[in-house]
Every structure is written in structure tokens, then in C-alpha cells.
T-cell receptor
């Protein structure tokens, strides 16, 4: 079955530390890839997306992600985190299995210490 | 406010009750979705509607019954639920359900927190 795996459920970092959150998916066809973020008390919102072209995509607030097709991965990175990055991060993949459906990973809770 | 409004925000119901969750979007989108978010589990896709037609039912039990009267409104009718159905139910919309051209970027509502006693 198709699935999305996020390697870390909880991450704690100090401000200015670098961040990398892993995401792998299991599906051999064409995919669209996303990272969504949910800040405390707020809605889930789009952080960045990949559809085609340059596999290194940049999103809001200094986040970027790299699509490595051979590894079925779409890891999220930020060189220097801030306290305001404390949130839950969700990797998502759109599959075309006759119809399009977007499935999500379990999420990673990031806590940044000031 | 994201443009996707869900009501009620909180709902407590008994196993024999019948209730409905409502979702409305003001974004001019043509696709609407129901997701279930339970603690420590991935968001589970439940239903997808594209131009008012149901295009995905992710093996959801029949005690959950969706209705999409038009592209702006989506309902989830609930009856004879079980305690394990307690969760946050998220509605989302996108331009269309197609993944081509990035038309399926999701805009989420705040969710309806359901507790089944």
C-alpha cells in the first residue's frame, strides 16, 4: 500500500541549529510532494511544494526541500531555526492511482528552545 | 481565517445520535475533502469530491455519510458512531482534485473536534 513515512516524531532543537526532517514515500508513479505546517493554535498550511523541474524547492520562512527520486525522499531543511518555527510538520504526497489522492505522514513535532 | 469554515468546532455525541459536520469554502475551489486526524496517526483521507462528484471513498465505514450539494459546501453526516471515531475532522479544498499543474494544493479549515461517548 502507498504510504508516507516521517522518520522523527519529535525533534527538539536550540535556536540557530540546523534542521532536517526526513520524509520517504512508497509509490513508483509520478507524484506531487508537499510539506504542510501547523503552528500552535493555527490551521494546517502549505510550507512548500514540488510538482516538476528543479528538485530543490524553496518555501516560506527560509525552508527548502529536496526531491531525490531514486530515494523516494523529500526531506525538509532549514539552516538556522527560530523559536517561531515550533510547530508540527507534515509531509504529503499526491498519487495518481486512477484518481488523485493526497496522503500524509504522521507528522513531526518540532520544538525550538529559545 | 483561511477561507474554509467548519462548524461546529466541537461536538459531543452519544453512539445513537445523528449529527452533521459542515464545511464551507469561499475560495472558488472545485474540490473538497474530508480528512480524519487522530492522535499519533497520520491524517487519514476519507472522501474526495471533485466538481460535486465523489471521486474517492477511502474505505470509510457507512456510519460516515458525505454530501456535497455544490462546490462550496461539504457535509459529513454521522450516525451510530463508535468511541474510536473520536477525532479531529478536517475539511480541505483545492482548485481541483487533479494533481496536474499543482491544482490540488490543499487549504484546510480549523477542524471539528468530535467526541463520541
Amino acid at each position: 500500500a502507498q504510504s508516507v513515512s516521517q522518520h522523527n516524531h519529535h525533534v527538539i532543537l536550540s535556536e540557530a541549529a540546523s534542521l532536517e526532517l526526513g520524509c520517504n514515500y512508497s509509490y513508483g508513479g509520478t507524484v506531487n510532494l508537499f510539506w504542510y505546517v501547523q503552528y500552535p493554535g493555527q490551521h494546517l498550511q502549505l510550507l512548500l511544494k514540488y510538482f516538476s523541474g528543479d528538485p530543490l524547492v524553496k518555501g516560506i520562512k527560509g525552508f527548502e526541500a529536496e526531491f531525490i527520486k531514486s530515494k523516494f525522499s523529500f526531506n525538509l531543511r532549514k539552516p538556522s531555526v527560530q523559536w517561531s518555527d515550533t510547530a508540527e510538520y507534515f509531509c504529503a504526497v499526491t498519487l495518481n492511482t486512477g484518481g488523485f489522492k493526497t496522503i500524509f505522514g504522521a507528522g513531526t513535532r518540532l520544538f525550538v528552545k529559545a | 481565517e483561511t477561507g474554509v469554515t467548519q462548524t461546529p468546532r466541537h461536538l459531543v455525541m452519544g453512539m445513537t445520535n445523528k449529527k452533521s459536520l459542515k464545511c464551507e469554502q469561499h475560495l472558488g475551489h472545485n474540490a473538497m475533502y474530508w480528512y480524519k486526524q487522530s492522535a499519533k496517526k497520520p491524517l487519514e483521507l476519507m472522501f474526495v469530491y471533485n466538481f460535486k462528484e465523489q471521486t474517492e471513498n477511502n474505505s470509510v465505514p457507512s456510519r460516515f455519510s458525505p454530501e456535497c450539494p455544490n462546490s462550496s459546501h461539504l457535509f459529513l453526516h454521522l450516525h451510530t458512531l463508535q468511541p474510536e471515531d473520536s477525532a479531529l475532522y478536517l475539511c480541505a479544498s483545492s482548485q481541483t482534485a487533479s494533481g496536474r499543474g499543482g491544482a490540488n494544493v490543499l487549504t484546510f479549515g480549523a477542524g471539528s473536534r468530535l467526541t463520541v461517548l
